[in-house]
């Protein structure tokens, strides 16, 4: 499922990422005829907390999920509650830019990440875009924790 985040909601973007979900996060520099378009073009789900945008949006016939709720967990119990979480696409795309991760082998990220994670992780992964590296680290317990959590 491909969705778009207004500008409030870059928490949320990010954690759907980490998900799997196909997340555009909307700039500072667009409005919402750019979104709406966007959403349009792209056949995404718009999720944001603008009342007016809701109002618009399904105006064009456009999804769209309305969150009201500040709580990051609320936040993605609802999205999920629409559109389950697929386990096999978690960690396949990258927190920041959205795109897909490539598994990369462990000898490549010898120096490019902490001694420590690299002594104790075998699993690595790597965003072709923007360099970063990823592994199972903390982040991923907590993650889990709140799949778990979801479901
Ligand atoms: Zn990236």
């Known amino acids: 499922m491909r969705f778009l985040c207004d500008q409030m909601l870059g928490t949320l973007a990010k954690w759907l990422r980490i998900l799997g979900y196909d997340v555009y996060f909307a700039n500072n520099l667009e409005d919402d005829e750019d979104i709406l378009r966007r959403a349009e073009e792209e056949e995404r789900v718009i999720i944001t ?13 456009i999804k769209v999920i309305e969150i009201e709720s500040k709580d990051l967990d609320e936040q993605l119990k609802i999205v999920t509650s629409f559109f389950p979480i697929d386990r096999d ?22 120096g490019k990440v902490p001694d420590r994670v690299y002594e104790i ?31």
């Open 49 to 61: 907390r603008d009342k007016y945008l809701v109002m618009r949006a399904k105006r064009r016939r």
């Open 89 to 110: 696409a978690v960690l396949s795309r990258c927190s920041i830019c959205n795109s897909l991760l490539v598994e990369i082998d462990k000898n490549e990220v010898k």
């Open 121 to 151: 992780h075998d699993e690595f992964w790597y965003c072709k875009n923007c360099k970063k590296i990823y592994w199972k680290g903390s982040h991923w317990n907590k993650m889990k924790e709140k799949i778990d959590n979801l479901s």
